[in-house]
């Protein structure tokens, strides 16, 4: 299956910052998702991130506060912006390499705001 | 709506004993359904996947589980487990190969030597 990179693995942030987590696989995948785990809970999708035009969002999240970008079919990235305490989570990026193939995650990105 | 239901958040066995994860799931129309495991400080993995045919799938280290429609579950199985097992273990589903995965709450494995 696909290798998927994720960076940073973790980050320590300030209240009312962004950072942007990327997500790097090593071939052309068909879908790329991101998930949200907080803390002691299961995965919620937040978004499909779509090649060349805005990302598909689930209900309870919005752009502004989660921008996704897929500029080609091996990368993606989400921002996480205005943080606050809430948004302590961890962040998974997941892909679907080709029709009816199940998906694989990343190793997912810890994020702690202070 | 689509849902997904785990009963056991937390199972406690001695190694060799035999373990059985339930999940149920809700949706009129046909599904995906996988179950995957993560080990303390990795990443999800897929334990093994439902897409059509043989209900009776087997996955990876011995696991496998059972499709029945008339129940709406996908069972987890493995008739005798190892210490090397502890996980936790999260039933999906999905709508469509493509779709968004819809996860159980997940079932925290404890096993002993």
């Known amino acids: 299956s696909a290798v998927i990179s994720q960076k940073p693995s973790r980050d320590i942030c300030q209240r009312g910052t962004s950072l942007t987590i990327q997500c790097q696989v090593d071939s052309q995948v068909t879908m790329m998702f991101w998930y949200r785990q907080q803390p002691g809970q299961s995965l919620t999708l937040i978004a499909t991130a779509n090649q060349g035009s805005e990302a598909t969002y689930e209900s309870g999240f919005v752009i502004d506060k989660f921008p996704i970008s897929r500029p080609n079919l091996t990368f993606s990235t989400l921002t996480v912006s205005n943080m606050s305490p809430e948004d302590s989570s961890i962040y998974l990026c997941?892909?679907?390499?080709?029709?009816?193939?199940?998906?694989?995650f990343g190793d997912g990105t810890r994020l702690s705001i202070l | 709506a689509q849902s997904v239901s785990q009963h056991n958040h937390h199972v406690i066995l001695s190694e060799a004993a035999s373990l059985e994860l339930g999940c149920n799931y809700s949706y009129g129309g046909t599904v995906n359904l996988f179950w995957y495991v993560q080990y303390p400080g990795q990443h999800l993995q897929l334990l093994l996947k439902?897409?059509?045919?043989?209900?009776l799938v087997k996955g990876i280290k011995g696991f496998e589980a059972e499709f029945i429609k008339s129940k709406f579950s996908f069972n987890l199985r493995k008739p005798s487990v190892q210490w090397s097992d502890t996980a936790e273990y999260f039933c999906?589903?999905?709508?469509?190969?493509?779709?968004?995965?819809?996860f159980g709450a997940g079932t925290r494995l404890a096993v002993h030597p």
């Open positions: 997941s892909v679907v390499e080709s029709s009816n193939q199940p998906q694989h």
């Open positions: 999906a589903l999905s709508s469509g190969g493509y779709n968004k995965l819809i």
């Open positions: 439902y897409f059509s045919g043989d209900p």
